[in-house]
């Protein structure tokens, strides 16, 4: 693989940084207008706010080059506010399984943030082994809308959700697998119930969230009743793929070297330190390694692949990364991690340092735990077949 960049992907990237740089938020501006404004104008530029959305459906049409150029420079700044419910998860289902009325009435809403989604999948008894879910959905005798009754748990910013996306069981005499139905319907109605649970970082993003009786138009059905599982697991690999944060751990890496060498140790720095230099180098390498993954991702969904397992090596190493980075910060804090809330004491990055990794505990939990990626990396990119014993 040619990793050199080209003369246009050269003048591709002066572009994209002399978008970012003439788009800065400028002091006293309002954030939320400059936000909106922001989208508008990378809409502008031909679909640079919906960067892996399909040509027909407004994206930009990048190659693998572009879309990596495109993730390493936005790491670098600060993007504005954005969720991944709507753009990167319930768009590429809708654009794959949806009807045309469906891409008609939500994907313009999505594209504009306007709308905000959450991900109603998890249940009590029903994570890593999902389609174990309960939650149910009877359709009316007529044919014209379902029942849902049921919980959902773990459900992220449920809280500020305008809509959801959920699975239901509408049949459970077969296989788990069948009779799993994809539904789309506001949150903010009669019959739903919304509970915060409070994580080990003192933050509040994920909730319960309580069904009763609560009434879905046959309409707002994505795809066949029964088929659901076809399109969760599309959109899963969607979610892993966007979980790895290879660029910005890359540079999250390169501002802990910097603060690493403001730690005194000895008669030098930190960063002296042959067993920390020896941590920060071993992750510099996994970091490389996982670039290559990505790379060659890339250039398979270019040449038209949905992302295949090799979602689940980014997703697993990535977080792993991730996590590598927030503890070996808290290391170079010391006791100054300690500190919690937004209280700033010794170090100045060490502020909110024990509070990001103990949040960062979830990365290799959601979007599909790490045993079970290591389940789908055996059986689906090394073919191992499960032993008899
Ligand atoms: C911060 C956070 C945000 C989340 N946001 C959402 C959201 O917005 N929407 C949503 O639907 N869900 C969300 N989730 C839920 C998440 O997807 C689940 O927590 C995850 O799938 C794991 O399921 P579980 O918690 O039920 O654990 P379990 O599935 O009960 O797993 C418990 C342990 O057993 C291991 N295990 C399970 N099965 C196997 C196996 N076959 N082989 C080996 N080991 C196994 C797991 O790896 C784990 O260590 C979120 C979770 C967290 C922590």
Redesign the pocket.
Known sequence: MDIELSTEDLAFREDVRQFFGENEIKPGEDYMTWRINWFEKAREKGGWDVPKWPVEFGGPGWTPTQHYIWEQETARIDLPFDLP?GLGMLAPVLIAYGSKEQQERFLPDIRARKVNW?????E???????ANLKTKAELSEDGTFYTVNGS???????HIADWIFCLTRTDDSGIKQQGVTFLLFPMKQEGIEVRPII?LGGTH??NTVHFTDVKVPVENRVGEEGQGWTYAKGLLQHERTGLAGLSKSLVALEALKEQAQTVPRGNGTLMDDPGFKAKVAELEIDLMASEYTELRSLASAAAGAAPGPESSILKLKGTEIQQRIQKLTVEASGIYAAAWGDQQVGFPFAKGGMGGYL?SR?YT????????Q??VIAKNVLGLKRSGK
């Open positions: 419910f959450c991900q109603g999948y998890s009590p008894g029903a994570g890593s082994d999902l959902k748990i773990w459900t992220s910013l449920a994580t993003t994920v949040s979830a939990i959601y979007g599909g735990a790490s045993e079970v290591r389940d």
